[in-house]
Nanobody
Framework: QVQLVESGGGLVQAGGSLRLSCAASGRTFSTYVMGWFRQAPGKEREFVAAISRSSSFISYADSVKGRFTISRDNAKNLIDLEMNSLKLEDTAVYYC????????????????WGQGTQVTVSS
């Protein structure tokens, strides 16, 4: 079992930056693929980014590529999402999740989820 707690969300103006963090419990954190997803009101949960166990492989949604950076620190059981050049359409609740195999972009490939942190981008 892995427990996840996100932090770092908030209100930011368009063009600004935020850094989200996800703290994970459990000794086997380093064995999992980790991902970030987001869900805006009335929309389905969508893939944002994912990172392999050793950080060798990283994937981003096209909508955030070049603006967001995912990273992990296995020694501290942390994954971060650095978000720059934020746009109004980035407004959503952001979730980190533990992957157990399968397609990285598919939420069904993730078994454990945090409670989410709200990111609101204003004009």
């Amino acid at each position: 079992q892995v427990q996840l707690v996100e932090s770092g969300g908030g209100l930011v103006q368009a063009g600004g930056s935020l850094r989200l963090s996800c703290a994970a419990s459990g000794r086997t954190f380093s064995t999992y693929v980790m991902g970030w997803f987001r869900q805006a009101p009335g929309k389905e949960r969508e893939f944002v980014a994912a990172i392999s166990r050793s950080s060798s492989f990283i994937s981003y949604a096209d909508s955030v590529k070049g603006r967001f950076t995912i990273s992990r620190d296995n020694a501290k059981n942390l994954i971060d999402l650095e978000m720059n050049s934020l746009k109004l359409e980035d407004t959503a609740v952001y979730y980190c999740a533990v992957g157990l195999g399968g397609v990285w972009r598919d939420p069904r490939s993730y078994a454990y989820w945090g409670q989410g942190t709200q990111v609101t981008v204003s004009s």
